[in-house]
């Protein structure tokens, strides 16, 4: 883990870890941030493009039914992750510029990137159990 660059779950900004801490040092925020992170498109990119350990990104809006049903698998899925793969979710309804710029169109889309690029995507609902399966083979 040492070396790696992280972005902050709370405020975007750009930590690199190392053997001593996972205290973001702009804002404190512990950057082992075992929920999924709510993001725009801003932020979105940022931890895209940003992050050094991988990262998933849940494509949904609030009035897509498998959406909604994949909720708790999604946040249960994270808790076994924290600092191994971020787990980022956007409302497709508020912000489009993201998912526009991945060609995303059926929702749910999940998609997962590694320094920067997509590796994978899947655009249906999954269970916790194919969740904790993909999130693993990205570690
Ligand atoms: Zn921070």
């Not at 076994?80 to 497709?92: E, M, Q, T």
Request: net charge negative; aromatic share 8%.
């Amino acid at each position: 883990m040492e070396n790696l660059k992280v972005v902050c779950p709370e405020c975007n900004h750009i930590n690199t870890l190392n053997n001593e801490s996972t205290i973001c040092i702009h804002c404190e925020a512990d950057l082992d941030e075992p929920f999924p992170v709510e993001v725009n498109d801003e932020s979105c990119n940022i931890h895209i493009k940003e992050n050094e350990i991988a990262v998933l990104v849940d494509f949904y809006s609030t009035t897509c039914g498998p959406c909604m049903a994949m909720y708790d698998d999604y946040e249960d899925a994270a808790l076994a992750f924290g600092l191994s793969v971020r787990f980022l979710k956007i409302d497709a309804d508020k912000y489009q510029k993201v998912a526009q710029a991945y060609g995303v169109g059926a929702l749910p889309t999940i998609i997962a990137f590694k320094k920067g690029v997509e590796v994978n995507r899947v655009s249906q609902q999954l269970s916790q159990v194919e969740l904790d399966l993909w999130a693993k083979s990205l570690v």
